[in-house]
């Protein structure tokens, strides 16, 4: 890890002396990449060093690489392994490309809005998974909750599996059932995926964003055949299958995002 921490260092740092030399004083604010805008930050008249810099990229890489393709994995597995949701939002994305006009060579945001079974399929597996299981507050001030009083200091965990597997919030909790998100009612206080409040995640959109847009083309035009089916899952740092879920992806013969209207 602290190897792998040090090449990143060193490939980022680069990075940094290029856009340094770059001036990119003279770039808009829309022309800006992620580490240009860094570079501008000032608080209490102090610029962020390149340390701090490259210690914030490699928190954004961290963060928004493995959740999402975790996510996507599980969400892949839970319909390979539930035929019938598989076939159910393999129809919806079908029905999409055919009201597709003509015009429009690919997926658009309008589309993903309309893909209601694939939404449930996607907080189903966002709630059976719970990628991030917990998060940390410190209280502020003395709270008191449910007769028990958090002291003003105190560190608190907060164990968002614990929520998603309560069998109050969501009955028999282990199974994957993406229709109990028909009636969209959870209450509030039950489903925290992306956390909650002011530090709530910041990539939690452009993580959905990830996971239609692979599950888009994925259900059109391949199909996953697990070739350890039923291992069992290990469950930290993140739950996985056993075997990495090692799989044969197959392209079907009749590729459908290729459909054309006629
Ligand atoms: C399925 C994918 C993802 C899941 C389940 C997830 C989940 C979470 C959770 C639970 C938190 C803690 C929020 C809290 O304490 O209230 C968090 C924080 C964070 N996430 Fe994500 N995340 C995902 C994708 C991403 C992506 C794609 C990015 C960036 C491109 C990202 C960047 C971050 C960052 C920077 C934080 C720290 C925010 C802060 O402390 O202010 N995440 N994420």
């Given at each position: 890890m602290h190897q792998a921490r040090k090449k990143l260092v060193k490939i980022l740092q680069a990075v940094v002396d290029g856009r340094r030399a770059r001036k990119s004083g003279n770039l808009s604010e829309t022309q800006k990449d992620m580490m240009e805008l860094l570079m501008d930050v000032e608080e209490n008249g102090r610029k962020l060093d390149d340390e701090e810099i490259i210690d914030i990229i490699l928190m954004y890489l961290n963060a928004g690489h493995e959740s999402s393709a975790h996510a996507t994995m599980w969400a892949t597995l839970f319909l390979q392994q539930h035929p019938e949701c598989l076939q159910k939002a393999k129809r919806e994305q079908e029905e999409i490309i055919r009201g597709r006009p003509s015009t429009e060579k690919g997926l658009i945001y309008k589309e993903i809005k309309q893909m209601e079974y694939l939404s449930k399929v996607i907080d189903e597996t966002l709630r059976a998974?719970?990628?991030?299981?917990f998060t940390c507050r410190e209280a502020k001030t003395d709270v008191s909750i449910n007769g028990y009083t958090i002291p003003q200091g105190w560190k608190v965990l907060v164990w968002f599996r614990g929520v998603h597997m309560d069998p109050e919030n969501y009955p028999n909790p282990k199974d994957f059932n993406p229709s109990r998100w028909e009636e969209n009612k959870h209450k509030v206080g039950t489903f925290f995926p992306f956390g909650?409040?002011?530090?709530?995640?910041?990539g939690s959109d452009l993580a959905k964003l990830e996971i239609y847009t692979f599950l888009h083309y994925f259900l059109l035009d391949y199909e996953l055949e697990p070739l350890n089916p039923g291992t069992a899952v290990t469950y930290l740092p993140h739950s996985t299958p056993g075997d990495n879920c090692l799989a044969k992806i197959k392209k079907l013969s009749s590729s459908s995002s290729s459909y054309k209207k006629v």
């Open positions: 998974v719970t990628i991030s299981l909650r409040g002011t530090r709530l995640c910041p």
